[in-house]
């Protein structure tokens, strides 16, 4: 079975700064898709970013990337510029290649001061 | 706004009580997740169903059942709820499983306490 793990339960940030949060997972699988989902106060799960195992380019949306190392199976997220309404709960997850179910981390709080 | 809906948005129940949990899937897509994220155990899959048939299932209790009717709405059944069934239940969609592009759009969820 998949296992996805976040070893940082809590991060900070200074607003316009740069935040990494880190992720490993542990698969036997080749192919795969692994997932950041941000969640706000409001508990709504959004979609930040994505990406495909089989693609070697680390996968970007704005100030948004990721660092995707296959061999050591790690993904971690960078936040660039960070804003207030980053602020949120951010979980790391996997779906295998062929299936649908989404495995997710235990999550980081990510808090970002003025 | 993902396009999910949930129905209730809040659910405040007594144990060993049944209650049901509603979902509208986004326009267009066949397939729904139903997840449980609580304290302990996080945010974890329970089942999956794609154009009315189970198509995986997950960490769901025997006393949870879920269906997905022929207009795609989806329901999840709790029953002889226990505390521990507290949580945040979310419901996702997506267009079909397991495509390359596939993307699960979560709902708003419904939080459900049992006193």
């Known amino acids: 079975a998949q296992t996805v793990t976040q070893s940082q339960p809590e991060m900070s940030v200074q607003e316009a700064e740069t935040v990494t949060l880190s992720c490993t997972y542990d698969?036997?699988?080749?192919?795969?898709?692994l997932f950041w989902y941000k969640q706000p106060p409001s508990r709504q799960m959004i979609l930040v970013i994505r990406?495909?195992?089989?693609?070697?380019q680390n996968a970007t949306e704005n100030r948004f990337s990721v660092n995707f190392q296959k061999a050591a199976k790690s993904f971690s997220l960078k936040i660039s510029d960070s804003q207030l309404g980053d602020a949120a709960m951010y979980f790391c997850?996997?779906?295998?290649?062929?299936?649908?179910?989404?495995?997710f981390g235990e999550g980081t709080q990510l808090t970002v001061n003025p | 706004d993902s396009g999910v809906t949930q129905t209730p948005k809040h659910l405040i129940t007594a144990t060993g009580q049944r209650v049901t949990l509603r979902c509208s899937p986004r326009?267009?897509?066949?397939?729904v997740y139903w997840y449980q994220q609580s304290l302990d155990q996080g945010l974890q899959f329970l089942i999956q169903?794609?154009?009315?048939?189970?198509?995986a299932k997950g960490n769901i209790l025997e006393r949870f059942s879920a269906q997905q009717f022929p207009d795609l709405h989806s329901e999840l059944n709790l029953s002889s709820l226990e505390l521990g069934d507290s949580a945040l239940y979310f419901c996702?969609?997506?267009?079909?499983?397991?495509?390359?592009?596939?993307?699960?759009?979560f709902g708003p969820g419904t939080r459900l306490l049992v006193l």
């Open positions: 996702a969609s997506s267009v079909a499983p397991g495509q390359a592009q596939e993307t699960q759009y």
């Open positions: 698969t036997s699988e080749s192919d795969y898709y």
């Open positions: 990406q495909e195992a089989y693609k070697q």
């Open positions: 997850a996997y779906r295998s290649y062929s299936g649908s179910r989404l495995t």
């Open positions: 326009s267009g897509d066949l397939s």
């Open positions: 169903y794609y154009n009315g048939e189970e198509r």
